[in-house]
């Protein structure tokens, strides 16, 4: 998938808690056009640089319903996937955890529950619909991403004490960055 990797591609600024930018709704795209595959490489390449295994467009500020996803490990090749206006059609009534974390809420992770499979549509780069069924890591990674897409954080599905502590924490942080 190297033509994936053109060397036009340049690396975004990622958006962090409390940005009101993450709890906006995203737009479904009902074009998809040279922009959208420019915007699907920054994406992956903005990924691959922070390093992450998925990102939400929404995170480079982009309120656009597009997702990148890649969970090649190490020096494994990479495994590109872009993901434009995805829906959850089904989950599995089994559940799984992970340890979360997110690229707008660095160096913080928690244990979520979420459907240990998932059925999921999105339209290709070229806009064709595809359907997959995931499970595993990428079906809590479609799912938190997708979240996003929705304004939605993984911080959202814990305890409301823990959330709380964790906003209040970057909220914090934030207004000292503004008095530095
Ligand atoms: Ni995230």
Redesign the pocket.
């Known amino acids: 998938m190297n033509h994936y990797l053109p060397s036009i591609m340049s690396i975004r600024t990622i958006i962090s808690l409390p940005d009101p930018l993450l709890r906006k709704v995203s737009t479904p795209l009902t074009n998809i056009d040279g922009a959208t595959k420019a915007l699907a490489l920054d994406m992956l390449e903005t990924m691959y640089d922070a390093p992450g295994i998925?990102l939400?467009a929404v995170?480079i500020g982009i309120t656009q319903r597009i997702v990148t996803v890649d969970l090649a490990r190490g020096d494994d090749p990479k495994d590109p996937h872009i993901f434009i206006n995805p829906e959850i059609i089904w989950t599995s009534d089994d559940m799984n955890e992970y340890e979360e974390g997110?690229?707008?809420i660095p160096d913080y992770h928690e244990i979520v529950v979420r459907p240990s499979k998932v059925g999921v549509r999105w339209l290709d780069l070229d806009g064709n619909p595809t359907e997959r069924e995931l499970d595993g890591l990428f079906a809590t990674c479609i799912q938190?991403?997708i979240d996003?897409l929705n304004g939605k954080?993984?911080i959202d599905h814990l305890s409301r004490l823990k959330r709380e502590r964790v906003i209040k924490k970057f909220t914090k942080q934030a207004r000292r960055e503004l008095d530095e």
């Open positions: 998925g939400a995170q997110c690229l707008s938190h991403e996003h954080l993984f």
